[in-house]
């Protein structure tokens, strides 16, 4: 279509297509496992922001994110072998993610310090939440400023679906552990947003 002597091209099917397709995983997993530097740098294209945010989410400041996303990538590489191809890849490749950054927690042994956060801030969960009058980056923002431990098990349990015996496995506490600290998250959340509204 032409405006004023310019050509205008209108988001065709097709145009739309190219914008939002999604890599050809295995096509990209199989090219990788090859040492082809060109598909390795199309997965990291693909994945980058997603598993960014993820790392954000656990970490909770961008330096700590940004060493656990190259330490992810670098584990996600060297672990491409064992993909089988069953299942989604970018599944996959979060639990990589989400595991780097629990390594590292657990290194800085910052999961049990959470337990002598002052519990000042707890507030009843019965309580209805404000929660709709935020937007998701403020929400983000509340949550990565939650201590290490609480904002961990927040993360596994709302974010990513883990059951509390699954969150005690993983990071070697108890389930009660595991639902306190979520409870606690809860409230401080709670607290946060209506301090704020």
Same mark, same amino acid.
């Given at each position: 279509m032409q405006l004023f002597g310019v050509n205008l091209h209108l988001n065709s099917r097709e145009q739309l297509k190219k914008k939002s397709s999604k890599p050809d995983w295995l096509t990209l997993v199989s090219r990788c496992k090859n040492g082809d530097r060109g598909a390795q740098k199309a997965m990291y294209d693909a994945l980058a922001r997603k598993m960014f945010a993820v790392c #954000? !989410?656990? #970490?909770?400041?961008?330096?700590? @994110?940004?060493?656990? &996303?190259?330490?992810? $990538?670098?584990? *996600? $590489? =060297?672990? &491409?072998? =064992?993909? +089988?191809? %069953?299942g989604s890849f970018e599944g996959w490749a979060r639990k990589i993610f989400v595991n780097t950054a629990l390594m590292s927690l657990r290194k800085k042994d910052v999961l049990r310090q959470s337990d002598d956060v002052d519990t000042a801030w707890y507030i009843s969960a019965d309580e209805p939440t404000p929660v709709q009058k935020i937007g998701y980056q403020e929400l983000s923002k509340m949550i990565s400023e939650l201590p290490p431990g609480f904002r961990t098990v927040f993360n596994m349990y709302i974010i990513e679906g883990y059951s509390h015996k699954e969150i005690a496995? @993983? &990071?070697?506490? =108890?389930? %009660?552990? =595991? !639902? +306190?600290? &979520?409870?606690? @998250? !809860? %409230? #401080? *959340?709670?607290?946060k947003i209506k301090e704020k509204y």
């Open positions: #954000m !989410r656990y #970490m909770g400041n961008r330096q700590d @994110a940004e060493d656990i &996303l190259q330490d992810g $990538f670098v584990t *996600l $590489f =060297s672990k &491409l072998e =064992s993909y +089988s191809g %069953a496995e @993983a &990071l070697g506490v =108890s389930e %009660a552990t =595991s !639902r +306190s600290q &979520l409870q606690r @998250a !809860r %409230a #401080m *959340l709670q607290g």
